[in-house]
């Protein structure tokens, strides 16, 4: 048998457990370049993200990331939900792969044009009068439509061949990171730098489809059908509803928090979230590799199934644990030397905001779960139960704690969908017990 290069370098006891096994050694591998495109992305972007901040000050800076999240929470609909659906349906059958992704390609091209009319339309209408706020939300919302192209990565996450998606978007990145500090260097106006990320994703998309050429497969062979578009959008029209939903509860925060108090605060808010994000990449490689295997594993038994959904959630723990307890110990340090005095109460916010870490890992271990057991309307559910449980939180506690009432109303509601709404569902309390008792059982780990 061909022994990958890279085993070479493990330790023997480790090269022991994987030689022979060919697709935990493709598993591995493709986790690998992802770990390089994110570790990529973690360096460098740390130092334009603070360099940035440092350059626009609080009051700019939480404009900027105002327009982000005001975008993100309406992008999720330019998404539509296929990610994982795709991804497992060219699993299942490989023989409707062009079919699919034709078929997804449409239907993401136009639900990314009408997010962006609808957009501008909502930001229009809340801020009339604020035409910085406007334009940069109208330019970051522009890349909606660019979100089409992510279909072609749902083929390479179908085969676990992710080297091609990272060369192809970390040029993007490492492109618009330097015009970005040429941007900061230049003193130019905040919108530049809006459209500085927007070239990103049009970079990304053009990378993708060369790779997907150099592949030896190419978009002239997609074919979309009226039939195809609608079983797609019957699977994932609840995820649409639902990842609205969370996007709602993962970013209304920024959003109220500019409504309610000020765009300063929502600049010392978002310097600790940024943080938290960047490391927050690592659960989503994990999603990407191991989809394809549990997915498998569904065919050959609930035993099966449930003992590799139990190790994903041992892993997300794990990691969980590797990065929270160092962010708390250098918090304060971290916030001053990456942002400087001036963002100085962002480290406190940092030191408890690292908590959306646990349930990131393990809400991505989680959707492995409800897209192959397709409780998707459960999805829509829990993610709406979240989203309530998060304004009315903030709406209380935003007004006397401001930022602090905003995490802490982030813990609580991402408790609340996470665990408690499986309490009142039989399909997913076996579920529960599976994963509470994985989160406490870290060290019983395998691969």
């Known amino acids: 048998m061909p022994t990958l290069s890279w085993l070479a370098f493990l330790p023997p006891v480790i090269r022991k457990q994987i030689e022979g096994r060919q697709n935990l050694q493709k598993m591995i591998g493709n986790t690998g370049w992802l770990f390089i495109d994110k570790g990529l992305r973690l360096g460098t972007g740390l130092v334009v993200n603070a360099w940035m901040a440092r350059y626009l000050g609080p009051e700019q ?11 993100m929470i309406f992008s999720t609909l330019a998404n539509l939900g296929l990610d994982g659906i795709v991804v497992r349906d060219i699993v299942r059958d490989p023989s409707c792969r062009d079919e699919t992704l034709g078929s997804a390609f449409v239907l993401k091209v136009v639900s990314g044009i009408l997010t962006l009319l609808v957009t501008i339309a909502s930001i229009a209408l809340l801020r009339p009068n604020d035409s910085l706020t406007f334009w940069v939300v109208a330019v970051t919302a522009a890349g909606t439509v660019f979100q089409a192209f992510d279909t072609i990565d749902f083929w390479f996450q179908s085969q676990v061949r992710s080297k091609s998606v990272v060369y192809a978007r970390s040029a993007a990145f490492l492109a618009m990171s330097f015009l970005k500090i040429a941007l900061i260097l230049a003193h130019a106006p905040l919108v530049a730098f809006a459209l500085a990320g927007l070239g990103e994703m049009a970079l990304a998309a053009a990378g993708l489809v060369v790779a997907y050429k150099r592949n030896g497969q190419y978009l002239r062979d997609w074919s979309a059908s009226i039939a195809r578009a609608k079983k797609l959008l019957n699977d994932s029209w609840p995820l649409i509803l639902g990842g609205v939903f969370l996007s709602i509860h993962a970013r209304i925060d920024q959003v109220m928090l500019g409504q309610m108090i000020s765009q300063q605060e929502v600049g010392y808010f978002s310097a600790a979230t940024k943080l938290i994000d960047v490391l927050g990449f690592v659960p989503v490689i994990i999603y990407s590799s191991v989809a394809p295997e549990i997915t498998n594993a569904r065919s050959q038994g609930e035993d099966v199934y449930f003992n590799k959904l139990a190790h994903v959630y041992r892993v997300m723990t794990i990691l969980f644990l590797m990065t929270a307890v160092p962010v708390l110990l250098i918090s304060d340090w971290l916030v001053a030397f990456l942002y400087g005095s001036e963002y100085r109460a962002a480290g406190k916010l940092l030191c408890l905001y690292v908590i959306r870490l646990f349930f990131t890992n393990i809400g991505m271990g989680k959707a492995l779960f409800i897209t192959n057991e397709n409780l998707f309307r459960y999805a829509m559910l829990t ?14 506690w935003i007004p006397k704690y401001m930022s602090v009432g905003v995490i802490w109303a982030m813990i609580v509601s991402f408790a609340v969908s996470t665990f408690v709404v499986d ?3 039989p399909r997913t309390r076996h579920h529960l017990k599976i994963m509470i008792k994985a989160i406490f059982t870290p060290w019983q780990v395998r691969i």
Request: glycine share 10%; proline share 0%.
């Open 423 to 425: 309490l009142f569902f």
């Open 61 to 71: 800076f939480g404009i900027f990331n105002y327009a982000l999240a005001f975008a």
């Open 383 to 396: 993610a709406l139960v979240g989203s309530i449980t998060n304004i009315g939180l903030n709406y209380l």
